[in-house]
C-alpha cells in the first residue's frame, strides 16, 4: 500500500492537494503525524431499522 492508500484509510477528509503532499513523504508516521490535523470524515448516519410487523396467523379450523 503506497502513501497515499494509507492516508485515505486513516478516515480522515483530506483534500486533494494535500494528498499530493503526502505522496511525498518518507514513511507512514511521518504521515500519520501529518493528517491528523484534518478533521474526521463525516460518516452517514445509521439507519434505523423500521420495527417488524406483527403477523397474524390464522389457523384454519378443518371439519373433523
Known sequence: MDLKEYALSLGRDIPEKYLE??????????????????????????????PAKKVKVEEEKGDE
Open 21 to 50: 503532499d503526502i505522496e511525498g513523504m518518507d514513511d507512514r508516521k511521518q504521515v500519520l503525524q501529518y493528517c491528523k490535523r484534518f478533521p474526521m470524515a463525516a460518516k452517514p448516519a445509521p439507519k434505523k431499522k423500521a
